[in-house]
């Protein structure tokens, strides 16, 4: 379950879960102005053929109305009237199209051997995911659509004229080294590319990094593999050259949430609160900049600095098990096995927030069983670790007593009143938060039903048992 908005802190703000698709890989300092493509074995496989497509006998009289997508894979497209002609989208180009937008850089498309009709259509049917992950026809991001001429020339001229930019700051990818002309004539930084593959994620990715000088590596996307998990906030993947490491993906980030992450970070890095006041918009970027500083930390972050963001970082993995995949969470919540067993892993999460605090001065304010994962020796749990570190602040241990720090918190928790300087003994810390963690899982009981409200709340009354640890 998810704890649900509420107010607290210092003056109170607003909870809205923990910070999940693509990162933004921010605005480059490369002078690229435009990407040029020649679409034909570069954009996609195949050959949009004027000669041989719309020539079968059932052909209709444009040309580009014999084109049609495949239904069921909507990166081919093929010929109604001879279904032997086809050309597929290639696997990267809608990844790189999307990377070209984010990076506010000019689209542009050139082709010599298929007319500006054909090549229209298929730029129609073919899609990229926009920065809200939304699939939109390729052609809607293209700047400068210069197919259906071979003047290569003259049409690389109106291009350095529209983008404000020298040859160099051009570049282009084709399949035909004719192409090369262009880079002795006017300075365009061509790539060629070989048929087979077409433009892969790595030839772009190197194309840029070569013309950036190499700076542009904080930009890049990291290697993604297995999906762990999801959030409402974002996407969670085990690093794929990094046993020990996942990625965490934003979702929805945008540059003008990261420029102002990146002020907020400025701030909250000096030690001082960021009060985000009214402004709802700063939410969500505050939440991932507290997340980014409390990794760091507790030495879970692995990069990028918290001042190179981009909309995605590398974190430790942490590995456990969540508690509801354990048989004894499925016995009835109010038998004595469950409470138990329940009981025993919250004393656990509670030793966990408590050792962080007293090593790192962090405190994890968010403990919920989704954001914990335990070590069971069988049915005894004995170890829990903590996940999602965006609703913690900062918490001193002065050898007696826990003192709050006074982070302004994004979503808060039902349960809880979180406020700046409060003193809690170890023992009322406990009673705090076990007394927290008890109602809100049975909050999320009688949420899914599965014991009534009024029986709940009965059963709240009195929470001493809980506080025991045997
Ligand atoms: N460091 C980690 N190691 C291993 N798995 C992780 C790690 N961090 C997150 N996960 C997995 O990814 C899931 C989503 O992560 P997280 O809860 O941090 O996302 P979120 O978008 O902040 O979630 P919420 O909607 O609860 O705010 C977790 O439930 C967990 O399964």
């Excluded at 989208?89 to 850089?105: A, E, S, T």
């Excluded at 970027?285 to 760091?296: D, I, K």
């Excluded at 918490?395 to 409060?422: E, N, T």
Aim: proline share 4%.
């Amino acid at each position: 379950m998810g704890p649900r908005a509420v107010i607290c802190g210092n003056r109170g703000v607003l909870r809205c879960g923990l910070l999940s698709a693509f990162s933004l890989f921010s605005q480059l300092s490369m002078a690229i102005k435009a990407v040029i493509f020649e679409v034909n074995w570069t954009v996609w496989s195949g050959q949009l053929d004027p000669q041989k497509w719309g020539k079968g006998s059932s052909a209709k009289s444009k040309p580009e109305d014999n084109l049609e997508r495949s239904s069921w894979d909507k990166n081919l497209i093929y010929d109604i009237s001879d279904k032997s002609c086809e050309i597929r989208l290639l696997r990267d180009i809608p990844f790189i199209i999307q990377d070209i937008k984010k990076r506010g850089i000019a689209l542009g498309v050139v082709s010599k051997d298929s007319t500006r009709a054909m090549c229209d259509r298929a730029l129609y049917f073919f899609e990229y995911p926009d920065e809200n992950q939304r699939d939109r026809p390729i052609i809607k991001a293209v700047n400068y659509d210069e197919t259906g001429s071979a003047d290569y020339s003259s049409i690389f001229k109106n291009i350095m004229g529209w983008a404000s930019a020298q040859g160099s700051e051009i570049l282009f990818f084709d399949s035909n080294e004719e192409s090369l002309k262009v880079n002795r004539e006017l300075g365009v930084r061509v790539e060629i590319v070989s048929h087979e593959a077409g433009v892969t994620w790595e030839t772009y990715e190197r194309a840029l990094e070569k013309n950036d000088g190499g700076g542009g590596g904080k930009d890049r996307p990291p290697k993604l593999g297995k999906l762990l998990g999801e959030g409402k906030f974002s996407k969670v993947y085990e690093a794929a050259d990094d046993k020990n490491a996942v990625i965490k993906i934003l979702k929805d980030w945008t540059t003008e949430k990261n420029r102002r992450l990146l002020q907020i970070y400025d701030v909250i890095k000096t030690g001082r609160p960021f009060d985000p006041g009214n402004k709802t918009e700063d939410h969500y970027p505050l939440m991932v900049a507290l997340e980014l500083r409390n990794l760091s930390i507790i030495k879970e972050l692995e990069e990028p600095k918290p001042e190179d963001f981009s909309g995605w970082f590398k974190m430790k993995k942490i590995v456990g098990t969540h508690i509801w995949m354990h048989p004894l969470y499925k016995k009835h919540p109010f038998s004595v096995d469950f409470q138990e067993f329940v009981r025993a892993c919250m004393h656990l999460a509670m030793d966990s927030i408590e050792e962080i605090v007293k090593k790192y001065g962090v405190e994890h304010c968010d403990a919920h069983f989704k954001n914990v994962v335990f070590d069971f020796d069988g049915n005894k749990p004995v170890r829990a670790r903590l996940l999602d570190w965006g609703i913690a602040v900062k918490m001193k241990w002065d050898g007696s007593q826990y003192i709050r720090g006074d982070d302004f918190l994004i979503i808060v928790p039902p349960y809880q009143d979180i406020r700046a300087g409060v003193k809690y003994s170890p023992s009322s810390f406990r009673r705090y938060w076990i007394a927290w963690m008890v109602k809100t899982e049975y909050d999320a009981l009688w949420s899914r039903r599965a014991i009534t409200e009024t029986d709940g709340k009965a059963f709240l009354q009195d929470l001493d048992w809980w506080y025991r640890r045997q």
